[in-house]
């Protein structure tokens, strides 16, 4: 965790150095450049929850003798897991928030503070997921680095929703970057005070139509994210549940 903090903390600061006082400009160049920072705190905060993977698949080895020692189920460490995530998730958050927010003049600070958070209890859960399922952490880091990948190219900023091919358009809805990085930009551009000089972009609410986002229900998005963070964590423990049966059959 504490490498965690340390990369968070000096990305933040380097965003904020580059972005500084962003939120006081109303050019074109400040509506795009607020556009790429919510898109990069979503995309790469996220991805590094992929340092996870090597701890939790070295700690597997632990666990397996743990259990055939009949200590506990596999499910209990795997909702012990879970819970001992919520403080560092949450300290990553409101280290982000704080220094992002302060430097950049981004609005909406809790709502920037609430949904990264679940953004990175996802992205905890997917990587907890990904290393029961692995042999080798690195083969997890790969699985999961793709998957993030993924997630980016179908969150609607590379190609909105209605541009999606059709055999596609339900991709749109699997990623949970999309409900994250809507709601880091409705917060930013949502409401009738927020102007811009720009011919392109006069208002906030043009930027999030072009987006097709212009109608985000902001606390909807923090339940589906929450929901799909409990879900992932339930296959979690359906996975080391089958394993404990299967062990137990042999």
């Known amino acids: 965790l504490g490498t965690r903090i340390a990369m968070y903390t000096m990305l933040s600061l380097l965003i904020g150095t580059l972005f500084f006082d962003l939120g006081a400009k109303d050019s074109y160049a400040s509506v795009q450049s607020r556009i790429a920072l919510l898109f990069y705190c979503v995309a790469f905060f996220v991805f590094m929850s992929v340092a996870v993977l090597p701890f939790t698949v070295m700690e597997r080895a632990i666990v397996e003798k743990e259990v055939r020692n009949g200590y506990y189920h596999p499910s209990i460490f795997q909702l012990a897991q879970a819970i001992a995530s919520i403080p560092g998730t949450f300290l990553l958050a409101l280290i982000t928030t704080s220094i992002i927010i302060s430097m950049t003049g981004l609005r909406e600070p809790v709502w920037y503070f609430i949904n990264m958070f679940l953004a990175l209890s996802c992205a905890e859960a997917l990587a907890h997921l990904v290393s029961h399922l ?4 690195i083969i997890g880091m790969a699985v999961l680095a793709g998957m993030y990948g993924m997630f980016m190219l ?4 590379m190609i909105v929703p209605s541009e999606f091919p059709g055999a596609l358009e339900w991709s749109y809805n699997i ?3 999309t409900y994250s990085w809507r709601t880091f930009m409705y917060s930013e551009f949502s409401g009738d005070d927020v ?3 720009s011919i392109e972009f006069p208002m906030g609410i043009d930027v999030l139509r072009l987006y097709e986002i212009d109608d985000v229900n902001r606390a909807y998005d923090m339940l589906v994210l929450l929901c799909y963070a409990i879900a992932v964590h339930s296959l979690s423990f359906l996975v080391l549940h089958v394993k404990y049966v299967m062990f137990k059959s042999t």
Request: glycine share 8%.
């Open 134 to 137: 692995v042999p080798h952490f």
């Open 154 to 157: 179908l969150q609607g900023f």
């Open 175 to 177: 990623a949970f970057h």
């Open 195 to 197: 102007t811009f000089d």
